[in-house]
């Protein structure tokens, strides 16, 4: 079990609109962990507390899963950014070389002629 921050208890405050503006609580609340969930459930022996840590066990057990989706996900997402940026590079410079081909290709002067020349007859 833990105390909230004041940064928490208003988003919690925000998200349930318990407590009108002005009406603030003289402590900050306290939350548990999962691990303290778990150590509440061995204590209570009620079927209704059993079922409800159960519950409470499922929820911190979807939000960890949520939370390692999206820092795989964010992860993919930067390899893409990085390879993308590679590309973008990539790209550039074989457009760059594609130019330079052509500018090649524009001032080349006609090759002179090389090897056996054969004499036409003008007849």
């Known amino acids: 079990m833990f105390?909230?921050?004041q940064q928490e208890h208003e988003i919690l405050r925000?998200?349930?609109g318990t407590l009108k503006r002005g009406e603030h609580s003289k402590y900050l609340p306290m939350a548990f962990t999962e691990q303290g969930v778990a150590m509440l459930s061995s204590v209570l022996n009620s079927s209704t507390s059993i079922k409800v840590n159960i519950?409470?066990?499922r929820v911190f057990t979807k939000i960890r899963e949520?939370?390692?989706?999206?820092?795989?996900m964010k992860l993919e997402i930067k390899?893409?950014?990085?390879?993308?940026?590679?590309?973008t590079k990539?790209?550039?410079l074989v457009f760059n070389y594609l130019d330079?081909?052509?500018d090649k290709k524009d001032t080349t002067e006609p090759r002179k002629e090389i090897g056996f020349k054969q004499?036409?007859?003008k007849s």
């Open 3 to 5: 105390e909230l921050t």
């Open 90 to 92: 990539n790209i550039e």
């Open 79 to 87: 390899e893409i950014k990085k390879k993308l940026s590679n590309n």
């Open 14 to 16: 925000s998200q349930f």
């Open 55 to 57: 519950q409470i066990i």
């Open 66 to 72: 949520v939370l390692t989706d999206t820092l795989s």
């Open 119 to 121: 004499k036409t007859n």
């Open 100 to 102: 330079e081909l052509i």
